[in-house]
């Protein structure tokens, strides 16, 4: 079984700030994770991916994301906040093989503002 | 290259009506998923869809049915609608080999 946990439904940060949005994972076997952005009255759209390379994941938007096996974390982080990144965001783990191959289990979402 | 497409856009029924929701795959893509995502939550799986066949299937009553065809478009079935089947309903599509999938932007049905 596959479950995400995001902790924190609302970040709210001054445009500039940094970033950070948080993301726990369990999983019985080696994950994939996935970081999605959703903007009002929209679909999603990827942000990053880790798939066992690299465990610092660089995405679109100036976006990366840490695996730490040991936390059982992948959390979301950007150096510097833009008004447009004002949207919400899924934290979702898929297994690395198996049966349940092509299923994404989502996160509750972060809904992310930022202010001026 | 056109991505994922759904229609309807927003679709209202009745509680006890049917409906059918439609997506049609990123090109070149062979696979079909099928998420509810209820207001305020995270996105739930339905189903997915492979060589015209349900290869997997979340926690969702037998209401919910779908169909792929050779084209690999694909279609949500919901029976019976229930007030609680309000949702935005997402498809996604990828490669059966890759584990990257891309969203549409989403049915909104509402049901009164």
């Known amino acids: 079984a596959q479950s995400v946990t995001q902790l924190g439904s609302h970040v709210s940060v001054s445009e500039g700030a940094l970033v950070l949005l948080r993301c726990n994972y369990s999983?019985?076997?080696?994950?994939?994770l996935f970081w999605y952005v959703q903007y009002p009255n929209q679909g999603l759209q990827l942000l990053l991916k880790?798939?066992?390379?690299?465990?610092l994941v660089k995405g679109i938007n100036g976006f990366e994301a840490e695996f730490k096996k040991s936390e059982t974390s992948f959390h979301l982080t950007k150096p510097s906040a833009h008004m447009s990144d004002a949207a919400e965001y899924f934290c979702?783990?898929?297994?690395?093989?198996?049966?349940?191959?092509?299923?994404?289990?989502f996160g509750q979402g972060t809904i992310l503002t930022v202010h001026p | 290259d056109a991505g994922v497409t759904q229609s309807p856009t927003h679709l209202i029924k009745t509680r006890g009506q049917q409906v059918t929701l439609r997506c049609s795959p990123k090109?070149?893509?062979?696979?079909v998923s099928w998420y509810q995502q209820a207001l305020g939550q995270g996105p739930q799986f339905i189903f997915q869809?492979?060589?015209?066949?349900?290869?997997q299937r979340g926690n969702f009553p037998d209401r919910f049915s779908g169909h792929q065809f050779p084209n690999y478009s694909s279609e949500l079935n919901v029976n019976a609608l229930l007030l609680g089947d309000s949702a935005l309903y997402l498809c996604?599509?990828?490669?059966?080999?890759?584990?990257?999938?891309?969203f549409g932007p989403g049915t909104r049905l509402t049901v009164t």
């Open positions: 996604a599509s990828r490669l059966a080999v890759s584990y990257e999938q891309y």
């Open positions: 999983s019985s076997v080696p994950p994939y």
């Open positions: 880790y798939t066992s390379a690299a465990t």
């Open positions: 979702a783990v898929n297994n690395a093989g198996g049966t349940s191959y092509g299923k994404l289990t």
């Open positions: 090109s070149g893509h062979d696979t």
């Open positions: 869809y492979y060589e015209e066949e349900e290869r």
